[in-house]
């Protein structure tokens, strides 16, 4: 007489039979997993084209929508269109590219480096921070206030203000389409360019106030002292009183103060002229 298995008996079987004949499972798949992504930071002033954190630019179509991020193909760091020596490039995305390099910016320069004058204003966060806000405007990149001194006017070069200093050289090349003029004793820096069918470029003021730059026009025989004036940078007369220290060149460590109209009997302007 046949007995049929009941149907729990039936799985009982069956699992047994599985865990019998089923190969032994050796590993676990580690690399089944969500993919993590990592935001990047992009600027946002351009048309076209956008650069991120990782200093990579490209067309704002192909940025990852998710890690808004650019492809990490074609030239990171990129320095198209840029003049080295000044630091200066002719679009907004490669300049902030371009400052992303470390060989040409580093954290130590600009994470302690203030946003703005006042005391009171935020250091930059990050090298990236300092790039998009540096590139994007420039005082030093205009000439009468309402025009471009020429198409390289996104710069991401220290100021020559800042603690961490500046190679001579470069702040030479921020003086390109500028003329630098020695003015006559008593003569303010208007009147000296106006003499030569040009204007005073004020914001060019704070380059020429640097010994190593007034030194390369004016003899400073008697040093290069720091001072405070309307009519720096200068150099005294020789025929000035002792107590003025003649022949010494003098900058004024306090640049509000710099100024196109600023005159002294006993002193000769050093003037940025266009």
Known sequence: ME??????????LLILFIFKFSPTITAIRKDVSFQTLHPCKTTVQGRYLLSDDNGYVCNAVSVNPFSR???LKGEKFSCHGCNLLSRCCNSYEHCVSCCLNPALTTK????KMKVAKPAS????TSIFDYCAG???HSSESVVHENAYISDFHHCFSLPLNSSSGENNTVAEAR???INVVVGRQGESCNSVCKSRGQSCVPNKLVVLNNCDIIQKYMSCKGSCLASVGADQPAEVVYDAPMHMNPGS????????MLSCDGLHQHTRRLCPCA
Do not use: D, F, K, M
């Open 69 to 71: 991020c650019c492809p």
């Open 175 to 177: 003086l390109n389409g």
């Open 249 to 256: 060149c003098l900058y004024t460590e306090t640049h509000s």
């Open 3 to 12: 007995v049929c298995a009941s149907p729990s008996r039936r799985i009982l």
């Open 134 to 136: 540096r590139c994007r």
């Open 108 to 111: 130590e320069q600009v994470l």
């Open 121 to 124: 204003a935020r250091t930059y």
